[in-house]
């Protein structure tokens, strides 16, 4: 039995389940074995940034001034910094992450001021569910109480949005519909709706502007069209829709997964999702060429779940 990954005793998460649908190797790699990249690339930061901010603010339940919002950001770099090891380059694009994030987040609570309107149950909320002898487990962003009916949320940091895809998309989502079924699971109850929050980072490199231009250049491009850079798409999935999913999508899917592991993992590479629009995927050297270079094993299969941030 792999000492890194028993299914039966850790159970699995969405993502475990998308990237067995995606590739059967990289499954094999990264969650039996336990493969991950040494150093993730830093534009990952931003997301992982603005979702510890918007976490704390929501869970203080307080609209935040702009002071509080560097404050946050702040705590976020220093105990990054405390963690990682950081040369005069990395520095200097993460200094640009989190000015990015100060100004996008600035503009994003006067959009969504609202929100503090409502009643949040929870944020960044952990999940653990049975589903088919196995422990179905993620992580809620948030979740609040909108006409006595839980409403979840879910915060997407994209470069690119596509409004009309991801609206067609959102009913059949492997993530949104897990997190609706550990909702109605966990609380007894069918989610009202779900919230896809998406905030799109801005692709702006601060080159050799001055840290006052790079600011300036950020505010007024956001300020010129607020909704090129914060989509908020509603899905309400009835109860009945949701268990005609969880028999015909996930129950199979899962059983698959079962046996999959249960015969060793053994699987097959999907050439297709080894280069994505995203570049190379994170186990393409061992894939290919069986080069490890790069990559560590990590400690958690699910580091999102039980490491640190």
Known sequence: MNEFLNLYRDGL????????????????????????KQKQPLHFKFGTCVHWVLAEIYNEGEYPSKEHIIVLIRKYERNYLQKN?????????????????????????????EDFDHKWMFTEKNFEVEFAGLKLRGRWDGGWIQNKRLCLVDHKCLSMIDEEGITDMLPCDMQVMVYLYAALQEFGTMPYEMNYNILRRPNFRQGKKSDEEFKQHIICT????????????????????????????????????????????????????LITKYGRCSMFGAITKNDYTGLVKRQFPFEELDGEE
């Open 13 to 36: 998460s969405q993502s475990l389940i998308q990237k067995f649908l995606s590739c059967r190797e990289q499954c094999r790699l990264e969650y039996y074995e336990g493969w991950t």
């Open 85 to 113: 090891v950081v040369d005069t380059a990395d520095q200097k694009e993460l200094d640009e992450i989190f000015m990015l994030a100060e100004y996008l987040l600035e503009r994003y609570f006067i959009l969504y001021s």
């Open 222 to 273: 956001i300020n010129k069209d607020l909704l090129h850079y914060f989509k908020r798409i509603q899905i309400r999935i009835t109860k009945d829709e949701l268990l005609f999913w969880v028999k015909n999508q996930l129950t199979p899917i899962i059983d698959e997964i079962k046996r999959w592991f249960d015969g060793g993992c053994k699987g097959y590479v999907t050439p297709g999702s």
